[in-house]
Every structure is written in C-alpha cells, then in structure tokens.
C-alpha cells in the first residue's frame, strides 16, 4: 500500500456519460497530481492542485475538471465521455520537502468507455 | 520543444547480466532527473533521484548516471533477476511542487 487511495478501481461507462475519480493523497502531502495512461501516449499529466489551489494544467481537455477539497482529497471529473478516454487514471502525491522521494502512485482507476 | 526521450521500446537480457536503460533529454537543462518502475497495471514506484551536479547514485543493485554533456542518464541493474521484469520509466522535475514530465518507458524483460 502506497499510501495514495484511488477510488473505483475499475469503471465502465457508456459514451456520453459522466464519471468522477476520487484520490486520497498520502498522508502529509500537500501536492496532487492526475496523470493519464494509454498505451500509446505513455503517462500524460493532466492538472495538480497544491493544498486546495490549482498549480499547473497539462494536456487536460475542457470536457474533464478537478478540484482539491480542504481535507486535501481530490476529484477527477470526466464528462461528455468518449470512446478514446479509455485509460488508467493515476493520482501522484508528493510533498514539498520529501525532494529525495519522488511522487508517491496511486493504483490507478481504469476507465473503459463502451 | 523539451523533449525525455526513452529510445528502446523494450530490453530483453539474461539473468545475471546487467541492465542498461537509457533517457536522453533535449533542449533543455534539467536540473534533477527520477526513475521509476511500473508494474503491468499498477502505478509508478520512484526509485532513484539524480541531481545535475551528481554524477552518480546508488541504491542496492541500482545505479544511475546523469551526465550533462551527453544529455543523458543510465540506469543500470547490475545481477539482473526475473523479478526485475517491468517498465522503467525516466522523468524530469523536481518532486516538490512542479508536474513531472515523463518518457514512455523501457519494458525490461529479464530471462531466467
């Protein structure tokens, strides 16, 4: 156990619909990121959010949001889902003065869009 | 644009042997490089952090190597076992408050 909770695990949906991830950052951290996994892009980062605020937007479409609540949890929300959102979703945490650590992964949330 | 750059897509070795995975970077200066394991299905492990003035680290079996020049660090596994098996990946960025960038990873097999 990393430390780093994602929940579901697994998610199917049908297109069109709606979805929301959820993370638990290991205790401490401040940070949260959302990453994006497919086969053929690799890890993509998506948005991090630091202590409620949002820092720095990667690749992340305008059909997807996050946010970060004061108890430092954080939602991925994925909407207008298409076929081609099919992937693992990863939450990282880190904190500001773990520099010889690295992120800390969750166990990801596959979503498969039929 | 600024690019890490894993080249081999996948490095098949015998036991025994030492690993040797490769991540180039251009255009740019990174100042801290970071190697990770990915099991199939699972997420990222952090391993190792490498700092630009650092030529060198180690962690048990693991080494990895940053040089400036070269724009390259090499991430060895000496005495290589099966269980070594999985996806290395290399990524760029300091892990306090900035987004790491990541390369698509070196699926290492490691064959008894």
């Known amino acids: 156990d990393s430390g780093v909770t994602q929940t579901p695990k697994h998610l199917i949906t049908a297109t069109g619909q709606r979805v929301t991830l959820r993370c638990s950052p290991r205790?401490?951290?401040?940070?949260v990121y959302w990453y994006q996994q497919s086969l053929d892009q690799g890890l993509q980062f998506l948005i991090h959010y630091y202590n409620g605020e949002e820092r720095a937007k990667g690749n992340i479409l305008e059909r997807f949001s996050a946010q970060q609540f004061p108890d430092l949890h954080s939602e991925l929300n994925l909407s207008s889902l298409e076929l081609g959102d099919s992937a693992l979703y990863f939450c990282a945490s880190s904190a500001q003065d773990r520099s010889n650590y690295g992120y800390t992964f969750g166990s990801g949330t596959r979503l498969t869009v039929v | 644009s600024q690019k890490i750059e894993q080249n081999s897509e996948a490095l098949n070795i015998q036991e025994g042997k030492t690993a040797t995975l490769t991540c180039n970077y251009t255009n740019y200066s990174p100042a801290y490089l970071q190697w990770y394991r990915q099991d199939p299905g699972r997420g990222p492990v952090f391993l190792l952090l490498i700092r630009e003035n650092e030529k060198e680290k180690r962690k048990e079996r693991l080494k990895v190597t940053f040089d400036t020049t070269l724009k390259q660090s090499l991430f060895h596994i000496t005495a290589s076992q099966p269980a070594d098996s999985a996806t290395y990946l290399c990524a760029r960025g300091f892990p306090g408050n900035t987004p790491l960038v990541f390369g698509k990873g070196t699926r290492l097999s490691v064959i008894a």
């Open positions: 205790s401490g951290d401040l940070s």
